[in-house]
């Protein structure tokens, strides 16, 4: 299953690793922790003006104008639907 970051990207639900407030980048260990893994992984910006959550995938760093409440609520929504189509497949 895909979930919208915004604009017009979209990314493997399996794929995401943590989907992060934007605010929790001002916390010490979560900034350390963002730029260790911006060394190692291609950044998108998907809207300068205005980010509000961070998703972490396994190859590349999202910054999104989506909230991460929202995306949770994407990320959330696809696992229930692949649980009932595990369900109705057994």
């Known amino acids: 299953m895909f979930i919208h970051l915004g604009g017009d990207i979209m ?3 399996k794929e995401i690793i943590a989907i992060l407030n ?3 980048k001002d916390q ?3 900034a350390e922790f963002l730029k260790e893994e911006e060394k190692n992984k291609p950044m998108t910006v998907i809207s300068a003006d205005y ?3 961070i998703v972490l995938t396994n190859k590349e760093i999202y910054y999104s104008p989506v909230s991460s409440l929202t995306l949770n609520r994407r990320a959330q929504g696809q696992m229930d639907i692949q649980m009932d189509k595990d369900e109705i497949d057994s």
Request: charge should be positive; avoid cysteine.
């Open 11 to 13: 990314i493997r639900s």
């Open 51 to 53: 980010i509000k959550s």
């Open 22 to 24: 934007h605010d929790a």
């Open 28 to 30: 010490a260990i979560t």
